[in-house]
């Protein structure tokens, strides 16, 4: 069967060959691709693979096409031109693009991956078999332009910083881009036949927007990297808190500062470790040009609960890095508003480390609460007063793992398991096998919702 991958960005096997930098991001992908070139004489699965590129490698075109070397073989990708820094914007010159591909590749199913991309809904109008397309939901647009601000002082919405102002880029303007992806979103799960997701709450979604596609659950696989390695209880530094992004509203960095006083009344020797940049210096003048509303506020927190030396930015991590600050860190904390079910979760479980997270969103789904670690309640609804409420039932939820070792070596060692059943790399390609010949063998739902019972 041939079969047609639609990403939003080059895997690391395709950017290396082509020139470019390889992104760490989407690494789940690119062990699924592995399986399946590993594989593909038992399947009969031929992969191709397109992606946007920059124009500065499409060579004067609209599409690039190249042969990649890959293990036991080789695969197509194409290059095409988007505008990937504006994905609320939707480009119609897409879809002659997409339908050049299809029309050279001639695939039995097109499979692409995230629901909130233009070039995602420019594929779902141009291919004609709409029974064979499959689009898998990451993200849920709709329901994050919601949660967009995770409770933030509504003054604090109102900021608007010169860095705002020059790139047009406030809050209510991110928040309005989430909307529009949103919109994008509905309409591509209108035209798809058919929707992988892996929880409750994206499988309620999709019916809602589209009763008559199969919906099929399909895990993902993690990053190899997160494979192997167990946390250990000696190897970490002490009350260390590890959160893996803070760049902006809906993953509530906020949340975990205003926690942060109850904690250290507590444990005064804990301090928060955030992945990626920083969104607080303020050092030099372009540091101070590029500081955002959200950044400001950060600061403000920084300073009113006087946390300098409590909370490290620790920039951009690469997988290894990302892995090692896991095993360094004594414990993991999703404070995000909303989440599906996040990565960075699923591979802290997967480190057997203990783990806080809001209970939002699909999160019950890939984490059970009391037994992987501990669930508090998050964000619920946009327009309540609740910031300091979640502050504190997250403080709450950190001291008490800490304060019961024996349970958290019990959580640690059910959220490993259960991680290691959920992000199983060969159970999770063989039920991609098994999505793909029940839509092309059997043209109705089948076992759609079918699912490995977890332990």
């Not at 470019?20 to 690494?27: H, I, L, V, W």
């Not at 097109?110 to 809904?121: A, I, Q």
């Not at 979604?205 to 997160?226: S, V």
Request: proline share 5%; net charge negative.
């Amino acid at each position: 069967m041939k079969i047609l991958w639609l990403c939003n960005m080059a895997l690391p096997v395709a950017a290396r060959q082509l020139g470019m930098e390889a992104s760490n991001k989407e690494g789940w992908l690119s062990g699924l691709a592995d399986m399946v070139w590993k594989n593909q004489e038992e399947s009969g699965i031929v992969l191709s693979v397109a992606f946007p590129l920059p124009s500065g490698f499409l060579e004067g075109g609209d599409v690039r096409r190249e042969t990649i070397a890959v293990q036991g073989g080789s695969f197509c990708c194409y290059g095409f031109r988007e505008d990937v820094g504006h994905a609320e914007k939707y480009d119609p010159a897409l879809e002659p693009v997409l339908k050049k591909i299809v029309n050279i590749e001639e695939p039995d199913l097109v499979h692409c991956f995230g629901t909130e991309y233009p070039h995602t809904l420019a594929m779902c109008r141009v291919f004609t078999r709409k029974d064979r397309i499959l689009v898998g939901l990451q993200g849920i647009c709709t329901l994050y332009a919601r949660a967009y601000y995770a409770d933030l002082p509504e003054e604090v919405i109102r900021w608007v910083t010169l860095r705002d102002w020059l790139k047009r880029d406030t809050l209510r303007k991110q928040q309005e881009k989430f909307v529009r992806r949103g919109e994008t979103e509905r309409e591509i799960l209108s035209l798809a036949g058919n929707v992988t997701g892996r929880t409750d709450w994206d499988r309620e979604f999709a019916r809602e927007c589209n009763p008559r596609a199969c919906y099929y659950h399909m895990n993902e696989t993690l990053r190899r990297e997160f494979y192997g390695p167990v946390w250990q209880e000696g190897g970490c530094v002490p009350h260390s808190i590890f959160v893996s992004q803070g760049d902006y509203p809906l993953k509530g960095l906020h949340y975990m500062l205003l926690a942060l006083p109850g904690i250290l009344e507590k444990y005064p020797d804990a301090r928060v470790y955030v992945a990626g940049g920083s969104l607080v210096e303020y050092g030099t003048l372009k540091q101070k040009l590029k500081l955002s509303a959200y950044g400001r506020y950060l600061r403000k927190l920084l300073a009113r609960e006087d946390l300098w030396d409590r909370v490290v930015f620790l920039g951009r991590l690469d997988a290894e890095q990302m892995r090692d600050r896991f095993l360094e860190s004594s414990l993991f904390v999703c404070p995000s508003a909303l989440e599906n079910s996040p990565n960075s979760l699923g591979e802290a479980m997967l480190l057997g480390m203990p783990c806080v997270s809001a209970d939002v969103g699909g999160i019950p789904s890939i984490f059970t609460g009391e037994e992987d670690g501990i669930l508090y309640q998050g964000f619920r609804e946009p327009g309540g007063d609740r910031l300091m409420e979640i502050a504190g039932n997250l403080a709450e939820a950190v001291i008490r793992m800490w304060s019961s070792p024996e349970r958290m070596r019990t959580a640690c060692e059910n959220a490993r398991r259960h991680a290691g059943h959920t992000h199983h790399g060969e159970r999770n390609y063989r039920r991609l096998v098994e999505i793909y010949a029940q839509i092309l063998g059997e043209g109705e739902c089948g076992h759609a919702d079918g699912q490995e019972e977890q332990p």
